[in-house]
């Protein structure tokens, strides 16, 4: 029968000390984080965020290239090409022809063009059929620079494109293709928070039936990214970070500052409906909750710090961005949600929605859930078969896994820039996407090595695999000689890769390695494949630190050695399925038509190890909160067999919409045009919400009851680890104490420090 087991008091561990010390000095809590919070803003605002340059972004080889002509041209200039096209007969080549000059003309005087080259001087760009001509140039200026002046060249090149209405004449290069794709980037973004926020806000009210109780995490999480993306500024100034930065922050702060409001908020409400009074009620959210959330939220920021293993600079700023506000939104939930919640009392239920509201304060397990959790537990093993056969099933495409850098074939075509592009491409193969050489020497005008130059160009010509024409430009100071071939392929097939290794393994060494120069190959290819050979060497690595350290976390956390080797195995396996989702969706086409985007046959190459660190920190929230409560009603008196019934149906409700939050959040980014966001999206959401269904609801469940009292056995030989899940009870509280189905076990393996043991009423 259902017995009320008399808990002790509630624990004075460190969540709850600081909790009492907040709820006590609420005035200064909230004043201090909201000056906190201002100030973090005020400074980054100040500081200005660092953002990684373009040569600095690269790993290997093509780092080392693109640092080699960054330095050796400090007046970099945007490469441009305006493409002049007639579908018409050969009568129409001359119409073709007076184009052309028109089109010289009109951007010859506009600020910081430079090097144009005429299509029909010798060598120059013309097609095979003749129907179409590239005007190449270049607009001097660093990238801010360079991108302001396009716009003037852009507007010279459509006027010139009206005047000839039966001709296509339309431009494509590097600053404005940047222009462009920053407005559609800014668009896309501006998109996910203007609807993230809403979205958010109607599901939290759905899950507390209030809208002061919904409002309160909204708040949390708001202010905690602010701070964070401030705190980053000056942080920006010792370690550059992507200027990705922004959303990454957005997007894991959104979710982890909710999530940990919500299981906060959702313990202190079962707590007064239980008939604690105020400041117990605050007092036990503190010390359970408030727990779990530190808990949480150390192992979050260790599986973000796996990140500073890959050797990318791109993921070390990653990882900067996220510890610090998963930092952020834990001192923010220990510290003024309870002086919040201290101050508002049951004036936290105001604004409470009709019929939703009265079924939310009735406090209830979820009976859906509830269903689900008893049919598990009634067939553990078939349950644990099932569930575990249908991700392992969903993991296997994940074997296939093919990973390419985001290139041209992932942007949309909607963007007018891009499809300029594909007709480049389509009549000047590979002009747009080179293999870039940087030569360097101590003259490379000398006879030697600018031979060896020649012989490179005409060697890589001579393969087939690169097309013509080579362009060479020198440094000033002659040390450095850049040199353009136009490679085969689209730029990352296996086409442009065999090309790349051609390059790179024989003709370079036996042309300008033979001269005693050096000679680094950079290019879309070659960033491409440096930055996947450097996470096939790295990726170990952070496996192994993120696996290793959450091990340890949650072996002296629980003191359990099977707690966190179960955890570790649910995790992956939960992982591994979300590859195997997007791999089937973005890789093989399967959900093409529905996503709205064509395959490109990779995976964003940065995304499996970013998906790996952040849904294994996340997936952490719901276990160590469904964990703490299962051992809350072990130390209660509960057999662990009830205590696991107990634990996940009272923790169903807040766990499903967290969950809800982050996979809702989640799917806006896959709703974005740029594919690599539609992946990132797509794979956060179908993990989340694999994870707080299959994977807590059935895996977790019927893994504990078929382990029994083996989930709390630790060796003798590390019984000496500190006991820093509890502390002494806090004197003066009430007791908390959870309704569990229970006969306490007669002995139960492992230990878990308490004030006094429980009593059966």
Known sequence: MNVRAKSTEAPDNLAARIGRWSARHRRKAVLGWLAFVIAAVAIGGAVGTSTLADEDSGVGESRQADQAIAAAFPDESAEEAVLVQSAGPEASRRRLRAAVGATIAAIRDEPGVKAISNPYAPNGAISEDGHSALIEFKIAGDDEVAGERVEGVLAAVREV?????????????????????????????????TTSLPITLVILVLAFGALVAAGIPLLLAISAVAAALGLIGPISRLMAVDEAITSVVLLIGLAV???????????????????????????????????????????????MAGMYFAGAPTFSGFATGTIVVVAVSVLGSLTVLPAVLSKLGDRVERGRVPVIGRLKRSGRESRLWGAVIDRVTRRPLASLGAAG????????????????????????????VIRTYDRIQADFPGNQLPAVVAVEADDVTSPEVAAAIEAMNRRALASGEFHGPASVRISPDRSVAEVSLPIAGDGTD??????????????IPATVGAAGAQASVTGITASNRDFNDVMKSNVPYVFAFVLTMAFVLLLVSFRSIVIPLKAIALNLLSVAAAYGVLVLAFQHGHLSGLLGVESTGAITSWLPLFLFVVLFGLSMDYHVFILTRVREAVDAGSRTEDAIAHGIKSTAGVVTSAAVVMVAVFSIFGTLSMVEFKQMGVGLAVAVLIDATIVRGVLLPAAMMLLGERNWWLPRRLRWLPRVSRGESAPGSEPTAPVVPAERSASRAGSWPLAAPARRR
């Open 494 to 507: 296996e086409r442009s890769v065999a090309a790349l290794e051609r390059l790179r393994e024989e003709i």
């Open 257 to 303: 500052a909710v999530d940990y409001a919500m299981f906060y908020l959702r313990r202190e409400r079962e707590e007064r409906a239980a008939g604690r009074g105020p400041e117990a009620a605050l007092a036990a959210a503190a010390a359970t909750s408030g727990r779990a959330v530190l808990i949480s939220g150390l192992t979050v920021m260790v599986a």
């Open 161 to 193: 494109d009206r005047r000839y209405g039966d001709l296509r004449i339309e431009q494509f290069g590097f600053a404005s293709a940047d222009n462009a794709l920053t407005k559609a980037f800014a668009d896309d973004f501006r998109k996910a928070e």
């Open 389 to 416: 056969g249908l991700l392992v099933a969903l993991a296997v495409p994940a074997f296939s896994m093919h990973t390419a850098l985001p290139g041209v074939d992932t942007f949309p075509r909607s963007i007018d």
